[in-house]
């Protein structure tokens, strides 16, 4: 017979009971016995509903993460894309600008060299030279053709790139410069797009004279037209221009001299300077007189005598630094506005000697070409060949000047990088001459650092807000030159698509700095 001892019971009861009291609170738990309390029902419900929110908000945070994945993918398409076109669209940029000296031969040298020839052996009735002439001329036109046509292709996806940007900006001068530029490149593209057509019929017109085509003549007539009527719209695509430079030139002229505009403030601040100079001296006077008093409250009366004299000063040197700011400014708006117009004269010029000129007298050849070939056949035409040379010394005598100006621009900028610094800022080492002579014949980089920009950001600090870095200083009838000058340059309010209040305040938005100085730029260099 066993037996168990006292701690063998005593260890048994318990966790029997211990079992019994908790299925009993499990079951009354569930059916709403007495054991369990209202406290912990509540407890219980209190956990379910916290693990479904829990649960619900794991849930919601998945279809995010996977929703924001989704669309962090097609961002990352679009921008995959957008950085594909951007590279098309350099590359070919580039490619251009390497064929345009080889263009810019063959249009002015080439060419006409081969009209002459033509000329010739029609007079001289010369069959290896006529068909010399036009193999030479077959050449021409083609290298003409892929000029163009890759210009063209290139103006298409620069109007496009613009139009998108115009339609993002809405408003403002970040706006205004995408449209313009939108507009510009469209017009571009669809004088490139007549222009390759223009060279299409030119290299038929020279196959068939290589064959000894029997619609010769048709052909060459139909060059003649086509070249005629691109050089008439191109030569009334200059006129326009040039009426758009002289209108700008006439609104900056009629804002005058700043010296005699601001010459009335510039006298106020200077008697504003004078009387607080007079002042600071009666201060010191007083100051001397109480520093000779001997009395009662000596002390005193000297210490409020040395604040009014410190106090004086400072109101002095705060007029006479007013004064010099003023008249830095009116030199400066004086500079500015003497470069827009030169800027709108020169522009004049090139589009009245390259393209009014130019292309109309290109024009006039191409017209008797089309004349002589339906009329003479292929007669010799020594007008036609007088003409199309005329034309053609007049447009690359403009692209010579152009390329020469902007080599030496690069040259500047490169050998001199700190006379167009942007102020506050370490300019770059200057190049070596030859290095600066590498960088100068690489002409399809454009100038990112030259006169312009800085002109540009002088304009913008005359007419920017208090709030824009530079530009606290400047006096109220000084800001409203610089906005009337924006205004002359075709960045005013109605430019920019905003009231009044609202253009203002763009010009006292530092976000917007960078905005502004490339409109400004962009206008300085437009009609």
């Given at each position: 017979?066993?037996?168990?001892?006292?701690?063998?019971?005593?260890?048994?009861?318990?966790?029997?009971?211990?079992?019994?009291?908790?299925?009993?609170?499990?079951?009354?738990?569930?059916?709403?016995?007495?054991?369990?309390?209202?406290?912990?029902?509540?407890?219980?419900?209190?956990?379910?509903?916290?693990?479904?929110?829990?649960?619900?908000?794991?849930?919601?945070?998945?279809?995010?993460?996977?929703?924001?994945?989704?669309?962090?993918?097609?961002?990352?398409?679009?921008?995959?894309?957008?950085?594909?076109?951007?590279?098309?669209?350099?590359?070919?940029?580039?490619?251009?600008?390497?064929?345009?000296?080889?263009?810019?031969?063959?249009?002015?040298?080439?060419?006409?060299?081969?009209?002459?020839?033509?000329?010739?052996?029609?007079?001289?009735?010369?069959?290896?030279?006529?068909?010399?002439?036009?193999?030479?001329?077959?050449?021409?036109?083609?290298?003409?053709?892929?000029?163009?046509?890759?210009?063209?292709?290139?103006?298409?996806?620069?109007?496009?790139?613009?139009?998108?940007?115009?339609?993002?900006?809405?408003?403002?001068?970040?706006?205004?410069?995408?449209?313009?530029?939108?507009?510009?490149?469209?017009?571009?593209?669809?004088?490139?797009?007549?222009?390759?057509?223009?060279?299409?019929?030119?290299?038929?017109?020279?196959?068939?004279?290589?064959?000894?085509?029997?619609?010769?003549?048709?052909?060459?007539?139909?060059?003649?037209?086509?070249?005629?009527?691109?050089?008439?719209?191109?030569?009334?695509?200059?006129?326009?221009?040039?009426?758009?430079?002289?209108?700008?030139?006439?609104?900056?002229?009629?804002?005058?001299?700043?010296?005699?505009?601001?010459?009335?403030?510039?006298?106020?601040?200077?008697?504003?300077?004078?009387?607080?100079?007079?002042?600071?001296?009666?201060?010191?006077?007083?100051?001397?007189?109480?520093?000779?008093?001997?009395?009662?409250?000596?002390?005193?009366?000297?210490?409020?005598?040395?604040?009014?004299?410190?106090?004086?000063?400072?109101?002095?040197?705060?007029?006479?630094?007013?004064?010099?700011?003023?008249?830095?400014?009116?030199?400066?708006?004086?500079?500015?506005?003497?470069?827009?117009?030169?800027?709108?004269?020169?522009?004049?010029?090139?589009?009245?000697?390259?393209?009014?000129?130019?292309?109309?007298?290109?024009?006039?050849?191409?017209?008797?070409?089309?004349?002589?070939?339906?009329?003479?056949?292929?007669?010799?035409?020594?007008?036609?060949?007088?003409?199309?040379?005329?034309?053609?010394?007049?447009?690359?005598?403009?692209?010579?000047?152009?390329?020469?100006?902007?080599?030496?621009?690069?040259?500047?900028?490169?050998?001199?990088?700190?006379?167009?610094?942007?102020?506050?800022?370490?300019?770059?080492?200057?190049?070596?001459?030859?290095?600066?002579?590498?960088?100068?014949?690489?002409f399809w980089k454009k100038v990112s650092k030259g006169e312009r920009q800085a002109m540009a950001r002088e304009i913008y600090a005359l007419a920017a807000g208090p709030d824009i870095p530079g530009s606290g200083g400047t006096t109220e009838e000084m800001r409203q030159s610089g906005m009337?000058?924006?205004?002359?340059?075709?960045?005013?309010?109605?430019?920019?698509?905003?009231?009044?209040?609202?253009?203002?305040?763009?010009?006292?938005?530092?976000?917007?700095?960078?905005?502004?100085?490339?409109?400004?730029?962009?206008?300085?260099?437009?009609?």
């Open positions: 017979m066993s037996t168990r001892t006292p701690v063998d019971r005593t260890s048994a009861s318990p966790s029997v009971a211990t079992l019994a009291a908790a299925r009993q609170r499990r079951e009354g738990g569930r059916v709403g016995g007495s054991s369990a309390t209202s406290a912990e029902r509540a407890l219980l419900g209190m956990q379910a509903r916290v693990g479904n929110r829990a649960a619900t908000a794991a849930v919601q945070r998945a279809r995010e993460a996977e929703g924001g994945g989704a669309e962090n993918q097609g961002a990352s398409a679009g921008a995959e894309r957008k950085s594909y076109r951007d590279r098309i669209a350099g590359l070919l940029d580039r490619f251009k600008k390497n064929l345009e000296p080889i263009d810019t031969f063959i249009k002015g040298v080439q060419t006409p060299a081969n009209a002459g020839f033509s000329q010739q052996a029609a007079a001289a009735a010369n069959e290896g030279l006529k068909h010399s002439a036009a193999a030479s001329g077959t050449s021409a036109a083609s290298g003409n053709l892929l000029t163009e046509a890759t210009g063209t292709v290139v103006s298409g996806m620069d109007a496009y790139k613009n139009m998108k940007d115009a339609r993002k900006h809405g408003t403002g001068a970040g706006h205004h410069t995408a449209n313009k530029k939108a507009r510009t490149k469209g017009t571009d593209a669809v004088v490139g797009a007549a222009g390759s057509g223009a060279y299409s019929a030119a290299i038929a017109k020279e196959v068939t004279k290589i064959q000894k085509a029997a619609d010769a003549a048709v052909a060459s007539e139909a060059s003649g037209i086509a070249s005629a009527s691109v050089a008439a719209l191109k030569s009334a695509r200059a006129v326009f221009r040039i009426g758009g430079a002289a209108r700008k030139y006439h609104k900056v002229k009629e804002l005058g001299d700043p010296h005699l505009v601001h010459a009335a403030s510039l006298a106020r601040l200077n008697e504003s300077r004078e009387q607080a100079d007079w002042a600071a001296a009666e201060a010191y006077v007083a100051l001397d007189a109480y520093w000779k008093h001997e009395g009662e409250g000596r002390l005193e009366l000297i210490g409020e005598a040395v604040d009014a004299a410190w106090e004086a000063m400072g109101e002095a040197r705060d007029a006479a630094e007013t004064l010099q700011r003023a008249e830095r400014d009116v030199e400066k708006l004086s500079t500015a506005q003497g470069y827009a117009k030169k800027k709108q004269l020169t522009k004049i010029g090139k589009e009245t000697v390259g393209g009014a000129l130019g292309e109309s007298t290109k024009a006039a050849a191409g017209v008797v070409t089309a004349v002589a070939a339906g009329t003479a056949g292929l007669a010799s035409n020594p007008v036609g060949w007088g003409l199309a040379g005329a034309g053609a010394g007049l447009v690359l005598g403009a692209t010579l000047y152009k390329a020469l100006r902007a080599a030496t621009k690069r040259y500047e900028e490169v050998r001199h990088p700190d006379r167009w610094a942007p102020q506050g800022e370490t300019p770059a080492e200057a190049a070596s001459r030859s290095e600066s002579l590498k960088h100068a014949l690489k009337a000058l924006l205004v002359a340059l075709k960045a005013g309010p109605a430019d920019h698509k905003l009231e009044q209040d609202a253009w203002v305040a763009s010009l006292n938005d530092p976000s917007k700095t960078a905005g502004w100085i490339q409109e400004i730029a962009e206008q300085l260099a437009s009609g």
